[in-house]
């Protein structure tokens, strides 16, 4: 039985010859609304999703709280979740499920933020251009298939396409106690860690929707034990669309545990001076096999931050 984690299915649903069909992002952003996902390689059939009403904002001009209580909804894409947006210029929270925002769940390949930053700091790269070695086979029984990334990889190249084998060899070097260490500084999800190669893909380490975006805050203000220099190559690696209009940086995310998959999209958008950090996460029964589910945690985020300005 093939399994497929995070590092699998970042880019779209892996084919039985090991290819990718990839998510189209322009598509996207442009007809999140309907969402209609054509995939490539093996798969010859447009599957489609309607999602309606998924996002009203309502705004209360009478509101003094730092939060506003919009009508953010997922329950158009078939799945569970929640959706995290905040305004840093209006300091406002947007939240559908204010309950949800704070329930913890294995942050996947959005765990390669901060895994970045730590290799980085401790001097285990020297840049985003360093090269790792392949070393020589992975557990494709647990991990999939995907010949295309089994070779010598740039640091970037690897947070980008999300190989996960990567990240693994980065924490061969780094030692436990140094993650603790920085998770703790940065006040980073549940802060546990184990001996495992991917404790952020399976647990134990967890994190909530609302401290995804806490601590992508924390990055932009600069206020995490990294240096400038560190950050600044994040920032390189993290950008995913840059125009005349707005620069988005995002990392997307797919993990699983206790029966269920996990599937995020966070990061921020900078459209001239103001910005929108934002985290989603869906997640249904491992069992459940709709192929639109890494589709419609970009869709939903999108739809939600096109209705308050930032696209």
């Known amino acids: 039985m093939l399994l497929i984690d995070a590092e699998q299915v970042e880019t779209g649903y892996p084919t039985n010859d090991g290819k990718n069909s990839h998510v189209n992002f322009h598509y996207l952003k442009n007809k999140s609304c309907n969402l209609i996902v054509q995939a490539k390689d093996n798969y010859s059939k447009l599957m489609s999703r309607k999602i309606s009403s998924l996002i009203y904002v309502l705004l209360c001009a009478t509101c003094s709280f730092s939060q506003i209580k919009p009508t953010l909804s997922v329950s158009g894409c078939g799945f569970e979740g929640c959706v995290s947006i905040f305004d840093y210029n209006n300091n406002k929270w947007l939240v559908n ?43 494709t029984a647990l991990y999939g298939y995907r010949p295309s990334t089994y070779r010598d990889m740039t640091v970037k190249e690897a947070f980008e396409v999300s190989a996960g084998w990567v990240f693994m060899e980065l924490a061969k070097k780094i030692g436990r106690e ?19 190669p991917d404790f952020w893909n399976f647990g134990p380490l967890a994190i909530s929707t609302r401290n995804q975006v806490e601590f992508l805050v924390k990055i932009y203000e600069g206020n995490v034990p990294f240096s400038k220099r560190n950050l600044e190559i994040l920032k390189r690696v993290m950008v995913m669309e840059k125009n005349y209009d707005y620069t988005l ?22 459209k001239h001076n103001h910005v ?17 589910f890494s589709q419609c945690r970009i869709a939903v985020t999108l739809e939600a931050l096109r209705n308050i300005g930032a696209f």
């Open 97 to 139: 499920e204010e309950v949800e925002s704070f329930k913890q769940m294995v942050p996947a390949s959005t765990f390669k933020i901060i895994h970045l930053l730590i290799a980085l700091e401790t001097g285990t790269i020297a840049d985003e251009h360093t090269v790792i070695k392949w070393p020589g086979s992975i557990d």
């Open 249 to 270: 940086r995002a990392k997307t995310g797919w993990g699983w545990k206790d029966g269920k998959d996990v599937g995020w999209w966070v990061g921020y958008v900078e």
């Open 178 to 196: 140094e993650y603790v260490e920085y998770l703790e500084a940065c006040n980073y999800g549940n802060l546990k860690v184990s001996n495992e």
């Open 276 to 292: 929108y950090f934002f985290a989603t996460r869906l997640a249904k029964d491992r069992n459940d096999k709709d192929p639109s």
